[in-house]
C-alpha cells in the first residue's frame, strides 16, 4: 500500500526526474508541471501531472488539495527572477497553510552560507525565513553543487570549453560537489522522518576540494589534455558584465569556500554522501 500524498513541483527537471523515478512506486505521487513541460516520462510511469502556473495562487491552490507532503524543487536560477521565485513560494506556503497540508520540503542551497551571498543566496535565504515562520513543518535542505551521470553542472561547462579550460580566480577555494543520489536520498528520507522536522541539512560531499584538484581529478577521468587557464577575477567582472551568465556578486566571491557541515545528515538521515573522487567514476562526460 503506497504512502502519503506527495507533490513535487520542479518534477521535469535534473533532480525531480530522479527522484520522481525513486519515489513514485511508494508514494500517491502528483507532480506539478508548466503547459511547455516534457512529461512523456512521467505519463510511461503512470504517474497524475497537475499543469499550471506557479506564479497563479489559484493553480496552486488545486494542486494542493488532499496534499500531505509537498516537495518544492522548482527555481529560475536566473538573476532577475527572485521575485517571481518568492512570490511562488508565498502562492505555495498560503495554499499549503489552507490546505493543511503537513510537511514543506524546500530545496535551498549552500549559497545561503556565504558571508557575502549574491542574488541567488539571498533569494533562498529570503525563502528560508518565510518558511520557517510560516508555522507548516518542514525541512529545508541546502545542497552544494550537484552533479550526476550526465551532468556536471557548472564544473561541465568548464570542461567542455574549447582551447582550455577557464578557471575564474585563483581555483584555491574550496567546494564540496555532492552526487545527484545523495541529494535524493535525502529528500526521500526527509518525506517520513520525525528527526527532520524543521531543521535544515547542509547537501555536501564527505570531502572538500580545490577547485583546481576538482579539475584535476575530472581531467585525469576524462583523459583530457587540455590545460588549465586562471582568468582574474577583475576580467571575468568586465566579461560577465556584458555576457550576465553569472552574476557580478557570485563571481566576487568566488574565492569564498564552501562551508558545508554534514554532521546532522549523517545522524538524523543516516546519510554517508559519497565522496567526489569516487562519485565520478559513474559520470560520463
Known sequence: MKENNVLITGATGFIGKELVKNIYRDYNLSCFVRPTSKIEELKRLNIKTI???LETENDVLGATKDIEIL?????????????RDINIL????????????????????????RNNPDYYGKSK??????????????????????????????????LKFPLFIPVIG???YKLNPIYIKDVIEAISKSLNNKKSLNKSYDLAGGKSYSFNEIIGICKKRFNIKRVIVHIPIWICLIIFKIIPIISQEAIKGINEDTLADITSLRKDL???????????????L
Open 270 to 284: 543516516k546519510i554517508n554522501p559519497v565522496d567526489f573522487m569516487e562519485g565520478i567514476k559513474n559520470v560520463h
Open 125 to 158: 535565504l529570503k525563502m528560508e525565513k518565510i518558511i520557517k515562520d510560516s508555522g507548516i513543518k518542514y525541512t529545508i535542505l541546502r545542497p552544494s553543487i550537484i552533479y550526476g551521470k550526465d551532468n556536471l553542472s557548472l564544473i561541465g561547462k568548464s
Open 71 to 83: 516537495v518544492h524543487l522548482a527555481n529560475s536560477h536566473l538573476s532577475g527572477k527572485e521575485n
Open 170 to 172: 585563483n581555483g584555491k
Open 90 to 113: 508565498k502562492n505555495i506556503v498560503s495554499a499549503c497553510k489552507k490546505n493543511e497540508v503537513k510537511k514543506l520540503i524546500f530545496l535551498s542551497s549552500m549559497a545561503t552560507k
Open 51 to 53: 499543469t499550471g502556473d
